[in-house]
């Protein structure tokens, strides 16, 4: 009995012992991570080699998703199906660009940016392949919709992921940089699709579409990880893991989801992800369908296809500028992330109207291009205001996966409401709704603010806030 007692005593004794360890180790881990410019190697070497090769597999990432216009077109003709049926390939190809963010997050996570990457351009490349030679549409939906949208996915997150990995004073203007290759590839791309499709036709046009994708496997072998990457991978690993010393492998896989739950249960990443739902509602819909509406108002394919490049070179510029600015001073992310679907709301409800002009179509291709994507630039930035470098993959990939159920259900209320009767302005003004929307919810996260001194990074209603400190 007394043997018992003392064998328990023992065991509670190394208990506490094991306990003071780990809490030392968690407040040395969340002491350094709270100060990320001791990482020395952030904001330079390497890290603009990074944003470099980043650059690029975004320039081919952009061409294949924001090019998908093109693609659905020829699907149109090679298979002569409904427009509704056939939207299902485009549109679940840019859905999952948002919908496989947390399958990104997690490879990005559990192994590195880097491998996240490299998948993404293998996936692309068989993915093409497969719709070159595939005998339907339905073979189509899966091989380019589900497994090269795949890949996109992979890609995008990652490519965002590990900017934030690599830069913390220059985050703003090395994202705007980055996420203007999207921007950059549509430009320098869009152009060599159509002739890629005219030339060898619809099998040669996915053969080559496969060829230029697996310079993003080149790319992605140059993610090398940061000191940070690695360090936020050490506080994941210590939290999930040493924190079940009993090794139990269902508590493990419990714990991971606590981690992405600590970052999702706040308003503003709720906000932020309902706006981003409405967003990908309205600028999916136009991608899919703005090449097919342009000739539909009698322009020619040729035209459709200069007014994708022409999006794609405003893109660059529109990007780099939201990065300049919102360089100059933190505090106008918000602004400039939620002003951005104000703009495009407006233009886009403006459009229909003037569409039948040449004009009117280079004028909205002009401002679809300035200001489409400015959020991703700013969208890390926003999110780190409410949550930690830690949870920011978790969050990212919550919003993103949000965003790719509007990316799905976009074109094809769009494809739908065209094959019973409606009309492409009416689809036009439904996605300048949804863009409103966007900037209203996106704005509203203005009425939070972070509580730092309960240490636990409490999210408070700002004007309650400012309301109990005059009254004290």
């Not at 991570?33 to 952009?62: E, P």
Request: one cysteine or more.
């Amino acid at each position: 009995m007394k043997g018992g007692l003392f064998n328990i005593y023992k065991m509670e004794e190394k208990s506490i012992k094991a306990d003071k360890i780990s809490k030392n180790k968690e407040e040395n881990i969340e002491k350094s991570s709270s100060n990320t410019q001791d990482f020395r190697s952030l904001d330079k070497g390497w890290s603009w080699v990074i944003m470099l090769t980043s650059f690029g597999t975004l320039c081919l990432i952009g061409a294949n998703v924001y090019g998908v216009g093109i693609m659905h077109d020829v699907l149109l003709e090679r298979y002569n199906e409904s427009v509704s049926l056939t939207s299902w390939a485009g549109s679940i190809h840019t859905a999952l660009t948002n919908l496989a963010a947390p399958l990104s997050s997690f490879v990005a996570d559990r192994f590195s940016c880097r491998t996240a990457v490299m998948l993404s351009g293998i996936l692309f490349a068989v993915g093409y392949l497969g719709t070159a030679f595939a005998p339907n549409v339905q073979t189509a939906i899966f091989t380019l919709g589900i497994v090269a949208g795949s890949g996109a996915g992979l890609g995008t997150t990652a490519s965002m992921l590990v900017i934030g990995y690599n830069f913390k004073r220059k985050r703003n203007i090395a994202l705007g940089f980055v996420c203007s290759g999207m921007g950059a590839g549509l430009f320098a791309l869009a152009s060599l699709m159509h002739l890629a499709r005219e030339y060898y036709g619809s099998t040669g046009f996915f053969i080559v579409q496969a060829a230029m994708s697996l310079n993003i496997v080149v790319f992605g072998a140059t993610y090398f990880p940061s000191k940070l990457e690695k360090h936020a991978q050490e506080m994941r690993i210590f939290n999930n893991v040493d924190a079940l010393p009993n090794g139990n492998t269902n508590l493990r896989f419990i714990e991971v989801y606590k981690q992405y739950f600590k970052a999702l249960n706040n308003k503003p990443i709720f906000l932020l992800s309902f706006g981003m739902f409405f967003y990908c509602v309205g600028t999916h819909l136009i991608y899919l369908h703005l090449p097919v509406y342009i000739v539909h108002k009698g322009f020619s394919k040729t035209q459709a296809s200069y007014m994708v490049s022409l999006k794609g070179i405003f893109a660059v510029i529109g990007r780099l500028l939201t990065g300049f600015v919102a360089s100059l001073h933190k505090s106008v992310d918000i602004w400039l992330y939620s002003g951005s679907f104000l703009v495009l709301s407006v233009a886009t409800i403006v459009y229909p109207h003037i569409s039948n002009t040449l004009a009117g179509n280079i004028g909205y291709a002009v401002v679809l291009g300035l200001f489409f994507g400015s959020c991703y630039v700013l969208i890390t930035s926003v999110n780190l205001s409410f949550v930690d470098i830690k949870h920011v993959s978790a969050a990212l990939a919550f919003e993103f996966f949000v965003g790719g159920i509007g990316s799905l259900l976009g074109p094809e209320f769009a494809g739908l409401l065209i094959d019973s009767g409606g009309t492409y302005e009416q689809a036009m003004t439904f996605a300048g709704g949804c863009l409103f929307i966007a900037a209203f919810s996106s704005i509203l996260t203005k009425c939070f603010h972070v509580d730092s001194k309960t240490g636990e990074n409490k999210i408070i209603w700002k004007f309650t806030r400012r309301k109990e400190m005059r009254e004290t």
